[in-house]
T-cell receptor
Framework: KNQVEQSPQSLIILEGKNCTLQ??????????LRWYKQDTGRGPVSLTI?????NTKSNGRYTATLDADTKQSSLHITASQLSDSASYIC????????????FGPGTRLSVLP | SAVISQKPSRDICQRGTSLTIQCQVD?????MFWYRQQPGQSLTLIAT?????????ESGFVIDKFPISRPNLTFSTLTVSNMSPEDSSIYLC?????????????FGPGTRLLVL
């Protein structure tokens, strides 16, 4: 069964600190992996998307890594800001035409002043 | 990118009634989806809205409870029928294009529903 797991479930850090969120998946065959940020009460917004051949992709203070062999991804947030407080969702898409997206449960990040 | 709007943004409804949620996209898109997000949970796919034909429902969701329309490539509706408090949730419309597997999936702002 295609699944996406994320850890930790929730995380609290101080403003200015770095953190790393983890995503493990069993989706096969694999097409791409995305990280979304979802602010409370809003729809998810895409941060990064990576295909099989990409190992790292950055978007400002967000850096995503992908190891397609071990089926693991991480999202690293540098110099956290209060506005980074949100849920971060890992989504994996399989490589079958029209295959829908498999969502992880999300990691709830709280950045405190 | 695609800009998605949903109406209503929120509503409070009585049990046994029905609510229709509208999703409007600012450009033609191939794929439209409806998701549910219950409090503290991640997104669960309800169905894929197909233009001009019946929607494709995921396991646990049926057309009688969640009828969906998609008359064209920019608009879709989701109806939550005969509502109960368990239907209290955020309902999100999402779109993507089938042209390339690398396309991004865009989400609307969501409709927050509370059933009393």
């Amino acid at each position: 069964k295609n699944q996406v797991e994320q850890s930790p479930q929730s995380l609290i850090i101080l403003e200015g600190k770095n953190c790393t969120l983890q995503c493990n998946y069993t989706v096969s065959p694999f097409s791409n992996l995305r990280w979304y940020k979802q602010d409370t009460g809003r729809g998810p917004v895409s941060l990064t998307i990576m295909t099989f051949s990409e190992n790292t992709k950055s978007n400002g203070r967000y850096t995503a890594t992908l190891d397609a062999d071990t089926k693991q991804s991480s999202l690293h947030i540098t110099a956290s800001q209060l506005s980074d407080s949100a849920s971060y969702i890992c989504v994996v898409r399989g490589d079958n035409y029209g295959q829908n997206f498999v969502f992880g449960p999300g990691t709830r990040l709280s950045v405190l002043p | 990118s695609a800009v998605i709007s949903q109406k209503p943004s929120r509503d409070i409804c009585q049990r046994g009634t029905s609510l229709t949620i509208q999703c409007q996209v600012d450009s033609q898109v191939t794929m439209m989806f409806w998701y549910r997000q219950q409090p503290g949970q991640s997104l669960t796919l309800i169905a894929t809205a197909n233009q001009g034909s019946e929607a494709t429902y995921e396991s646990g969701f049926v057309i009688d409870k969640f009828p969906i329309s998609r008359p064209n490539l920019t608009f879709s509706t989701l109806t939550v029928s005969n509502m109960s408090p368990e239907d209290s949730s955020i309902y999100l419309c999402s779109v993507a294009n089938r042209l390339a597997l690398q396309e991004t999936q865009y989400f609307g702002p969501g409709t927050r529903l509370l059933v009393l």
